[in-house]
């Protein structure tokens, strides 16, 4: 989970830019403030999605398998599919989230794709994602794909692939249950050291 220290400076100096107290810099921890809000506050429906239906919110399309979306897909999708997943599951109706809360309404479709029909009877096929405060798609990887990098098509168009993160031992973080990655403000994945990801675990200090 975030540290309480870190929270704390951001949050410090997310203040300092609300009141103009700030120089310079701000708009950047502005952003990540509200991106490490986005990652708590998803991290926390996905664990109400677990207590409320005993499993994991999906990352594929094929663990739709037994649920109300079973033969759902985006044809020819390649990007973004954990993504896409994990809203469609948060937004099922009657399952109670925090996802009114997440700050600057952070929906797109990065990838311009479609579900093969909409997931809800009143919704769209748009195959949305949640974004991060710099416009790129938060990677969402169950433990059981972990092993697997998966593909992200951020908000400038380019794809990139992203790993589940490992300690230095070779175990991964969560080991039993998901990581949550933003890219943060480079748009790439930190290896080793964190420098600017923002993720739902502590990395270990070098």
């Given at each position: 989970m975030l540290s309480r220290m870190r929270w704390s400076?951001?949050?410090?100096?997310?203040?300092?830019?609300?009141?103009?107290?700030?120089?310079?810099?701000?708009?950047?921890?502005?952003?990540?403030?509200e991106t490490m809000?986005?990652?708590?506050?998803?991290?926390?429906?996905?664990?109400?999605?677990?207590?409320d239906l005993k499993r994991l919110p999906p990352d594929t399309t094929a663990a739709f398998a037994g649920t109300r979306w079973e033969g759902l897909t985006i044809p020819d999708n390649t990007t973004n599919e954990g993504n896409e997943c994990l809203l469609v599951a948060l937004r099922r109706p009657g399952l109670r989230t925090p996802l009114d809360q997440l700050p600057g309404n952070?929906?797109?479709?990065?990838?311009?794709?479609?579900?093969?029909?909409?997931?809800?009877?009143?919704?769209?096929?748009?195959?949305?994602?949640?974004?991060?405060?710099?416009?790129?798609?938060?990677?969402?990887?169950?433990?059981?794909?972990y092993a697997q990098p998966v593909r992200i098509a951020r908000g400038d168009g380019k794809t990139v692939e992203v790993r589940a993160v490992k300690r230095y031992g070779g175990t991964f973080y969560n080991p039993k249950t998901f990581q949550l990655i933003s890219?943060?403000?480079d748009g790439r994945q930190d290896e080793g050291e964190r420098l600017d990801d923002i993720e739902n675990f502590t990395r270990d200090p070098e």
């Amino acid at each position: 989970m975030l540290s309480r220290m870190r929270w704390s400076s951001v949050a410090l100096a997310c203040a300092a830019w609300l009141t103009g107290a700030c120089d310079g810099g701000c708009g950047s921890k502005r952003s990540e403030f509200e991106t490490m809000q986005t990652i708590t506050l998803v991290g926390g429906a996905i664990e109400l999605h677990e207590a409320d239906l005993k499993r994991l919110p999906p990352d594929t399309t094929a663990a739709f398998a037994g649920t109300r979306w079973e033969g759902l897909t985006i044809p020819d999708n390649t990007t973004n599919e954990g993504n896409e997943c994990l809203l469609v599951a948060l937004r099922r109706p009657g399952l109670r989230t925090p996802l009114d809360q997440l700050p600057g309404n952070p929906f797109g479709n990065t990838d311009k794709d479609a579900w093969s029909r909409a997931p809800y009877e009143r919704g769209t096929a748009d195959a949305q994602e949640i974004l991060d405060a710099y416009g790129n798609p938060i990677a969402y990887i169950t433990a059981a794909r972990y092993a697997q990098p998966v593909r992200i098509a951020r908000g400038d168009g380019k794809t990139v692939e992203v790993r589940a993160v490992k300690r230095y031992g070779g175990t991964f973080y969560n080991p039993k249950t998901f990581q949550l990655i933003s890219l943060g403000r480079d748009g790439r994945q930190d290896e080793g050291e964190r420098l600017d990801d923002i993720e739902n675990f502590t990395r270990d200090p070098e």
